[in-house]
């Protein structure tokens, strides 16, 4: 009987060590595909390069991705999944939905200042970054007819709102990611389109000097995986 026990236990390990070993390959055609796609843009052809960047054989990709759809759509999913719990874990406790909204998309421009691999994949990316899984498709719309409701924002302007900020969001990371931009860039941009929601400057002034909450990015995190091996390329180069 022990030694029925024994062995069981010296097999029962496999399948986690095997889970375990599959989700970090994932993990590193996830990461890779995002610098990838970032360098090419997502209109680009990337499965050679990211099986490289990977350090995988090609055999071991398809294994996990058919298609450079289906790549595109997981690094999409996982970064706008990671960026969303992130920023709905420091705004959910803000009581004033202006400064929700407010908070939550300076928040979002500044997790993408930090990472510029990011920053370049979500603007070239655009629209079909995350679908409609996103900061400004799921955090925003309720804070903003909160905000209306309160008469923070002007009631008109609601239907095309979650359009305006994103278009106004995608030129901000194409930016950030292309060029120089001034220190407060964000924070005006957050004011531009505060005011487009029918805003007082004033109160969009105010709203967007507020603290921002610390972001707590964990190592394993996509995000950090990414920086971290962009800046080793950048140390190499």
Known sequence: ????????????????????RRERMRKRLVESALIVFAQKGVGASVIPEVVAAAEVSQGSFYNYFRTNEELLAAVSEELSNEMLQLIEGVVGAIADPGLRVATAIRCYLQLARGNRMAARFLAS????????????????????EEGARLGQFDTAAL??????????????LHRMAHGR????????????????????????????AAPLPRLAIQAESLLARVQARAAVKDADS
């Open 1 to 20: 009987m022990p030694a029925a026990k024994a062995t069981q236990a010296t097999t029962d390990h496999r399948p986690r060590v095997a889970a375990e």
């Open 125 to 144: 990316a655009g629209v079909r970054a995350g679908g409609e899984h996103s900061m400004v498709y799921d955090v925003l719309p309720p804070d903003l």
């Open 159 to 172: 239907p095309v709102a979650v359009d305006v900020i994103k278009g106004a969001v995608l030129v901000a």
């Open 181 to 208: 931009i001034a220190r407060d860039y964000p924070e005006q941009m957050v004011q531009a389109m505060l005011r487009s929601l029918g805003m007082s400057m004033t109160d969009a002034v105010r709203l967007t």
